[in-house]
């Protein structure tokens, strides 16, 4: 069983950064595919960015392009979202993720979540 655990989140002015981090207990992390979701109030979850096959392929929801990198830290089994000029839109909770294998599927979602971190822009 994985087990994620988020930290990283909090409040921040429009323009600012925050250093979202997820560590995984149990496997490495290298043979998942992970990601972050994030959900505002009101709104479905939605996926913000995914690593796939070690970090070899990356996916970003187009809202978060140029703005967010997800990256991995083999040594210390953590996912790592780096968010920089921040939108106050991008206030949510946000979710970590991992399924073992290729992809987080779309239909089913992934195999594991985390607890959540709120992180909130204001403007």
């Known amino acids: 069983q994985e087990q994620l655990v988020e930290s990283g989140g909090g409040l921040v002015q429009a323009g600012g950064s925050l250093r979202l981090a997820c560590l995984a207990s149990g496997r490495a992390i290298s043979n998942y595919a992970v990601g972050w979701f994030r959900q505002a109030p009101g709104k479905e979850r939605e996926r913000v960015a995914e690593s796939r096959q070690n970090g070899s392929i990356t996916l970003y929801a187009d809202s978060v392009k140029g703005r967010f990198t997800i990256s991995s830290d083999h040594a210390k089994n953590t996912v790592i979202l780096q968010m920089n000029s921040l939108k106050p839109e991008d206030t949510a909770i946000y979710y970590c993720?991992?399924?073992?294998?290729?992809?987080?599927?779309?239909?089913?979602?992934?195999?594991?979540w985390g607890q959540g971190t709120q992180v909130t822009v204001s403007s």
């Open positions: 993720a991992a399924t073992w294998g290729s992809e987080i599927s779309t239909s089913t979602g992934p195999d594991y």
